[in-house]
């Protein structure tokens, strides 16, 4: 699976919108860029996928760069339990997930 | 829609006992994927399995085993606990979407605390 970077940390203001960045350049065509997210002690929380198209769903949205060497995911307006660990995961099928660090996010009121 | 459920919810266990934790995935889906997540660390992939048998394993040592049965619900065993085998226990179900992909989707997760 190709490896990602995302940035340790990240504050938002609550009411604002929540952009997260992932770089992914070494991903293949087939791979997809999924983002999920977990609060603590909790399980892990699907947010959103995509392959090239950008995408929309009821939590987020999810913009590809047309290199797809990177992408961003946005929160359009984060709220204080939107604070959590936000991950960045490309894969492709059936294949394992493999969870780097990700992003910690933290909603300011 | 019932999503993915595990059981129990939390466990303690002896150095050296035996433990079965148990995954219902969530309707429609066939694979069961499961994770290891030590305090403070992110999830490790132990083993994935659908069609009842084994197809892709982590670096988890044998005392690691598990099944799936014909309804597609798992088990994982873990043989001889260590100390360090203290974790949240991970499950994700996952079936192939109308967008010809594995969207993966976890349970609430079990907390295992070995003493």
């Known amino acids: 699976d190709a490896k990602t970077t995302q940035p340790p940390s990240m504050d938002c203001a609550e009411g604002r919108a929540a952009n997260l960045p992932c770089n992914h350049s070494t991903i293949s065509g087939n791979e997809y860029v999924y983002w999920y997210r977990q609060i603590h002690s909790q399980g892990p929380q699907y947010i959103i996928h995509?392959?090239?198209n950008n995408e929309t769903n009821e939590m987020a949205s999810l913009i590809i760069t047309e290199d797809r060497k990177s992408s961003t995911l946005i929160l359009p307006h984060a709220t204080l339990r939107d604070t959590a660990v936000y991950y960045c995961i490309v894969t492709a099928g059936r294949r394992a997930l493999t969870f780097g660090s990700g992003t910690r996010l933290q909603v300011q009121p | 829609d019932a999503g993915v459920t595990q059981s129990p919810t939390h466990l303690i266990k002896t150095r050296g006992q035996q433990v079965t934790l148990r995954c219902s995935p969530k309707s429609g889906h066939d694979t069961v994927s499961w994770y290891q997540q030590a305090l403070g660390q992110g999830p490790q992939f132990i083993f994935q399995?659908?069609?009842?048998?084994?197809?892709q394993r982590g670096n988890f040592p044998d005392r690691f085993s598990g099944h799936q049965f014909p309804n597609y619900s798992s088990e994982l065993n873990v043989n001889a606990l260590l100390l360090g085998d203290s974790a949240l226990y991970l499950c994700?179900?996952?079936?192939?979407?109308?967008?010809?992909?594995?969207?993966?989707?976890f349970g609430p997760g079990t907390r295992l605390t070995v003493t």
């Open positions: 995509g392959l090239k």
């Open positions: 399995y659908y069609e009842e048998e084994e197809r």
């Open positions: 994700a179900s996952s079936g192939l979407s109308g967008r010809s992909s594995y969207e993966q989707y």
